[in-house]
DNA sequence: CGAATGATCGGCT
DNA sequence: GCCGATCATTCGA
């Protein structure tokens, strides 16, 4: 995995660590690793606090459902690693992190974060007068804080001009900071819908809801 | 080509 | 707690 120099800001997580098959797995590694955009000189960054796993062809709540190829979920066939950024509600761009190897379209959904770097650019893109919840807690409002928009859907996170990227500026996670759910807004999903594939940092005020 | 549908958010009751 | 916004995407005719 990660070997420790690897660790602290200024360091982008390269290709080995998004190549986990396992995407349950992959979730839980994202919580506490960092989520960096630099646009025009504008650099922001927030701590990765709340995730949801989406498991390709078998799970019913993911794009990727029965193995379904279209132009706008091909980006998640592409190797671990690539960014898939979607419009929800014909407002919100969702930012996942496409995880193992190519043709598995696995995904992680960011759903929340806890703002270290930039506040002021981003209390500027989401129109907000002064830093709370409502900046990143939630997966269109991150986006949008983060300068995240659908255009960005495909991009190799690991490039080293990526204008977006990962980094671990701290070791993983012990288990038991760690909480898992159900995922939000799946009812459609049936069966699926049960699996507990929501995790989040235990008391982290920064996660979306309770 | 038309119609239905969201991996959400924020304002209002 | 409820509900409207707003549009790319998808699927069926």
Known sequence: MTPPSAYGAGHRLARHFF???DVVRMA???????LVSEFEGRRTAGRIVETEAYRGPDDKASHAWGGRRTA?????????GTAYVYLCYGIHHLFNVVTGPENMPHAVLIRALEPAEGIEHMLRRRGLPHLQYRLTAGPGTLSQAMGIRTEHSGIDL?????PIWLEARQPPLPANQIVSSTRIGVGYAEECAKWPWRFYIKNNPWVSKK
């Open 19 to 21: 190549l986990d098959k």
């Open 28 to 34: 839980r590694a994202l919580l506490g690793i960092y």
């Open 72 to 80: 706008r979920t091909e980006v998640m066939y592409r190797i671990g």
């Open 158 to 162: 690991t490039a080293p001009q990526s």
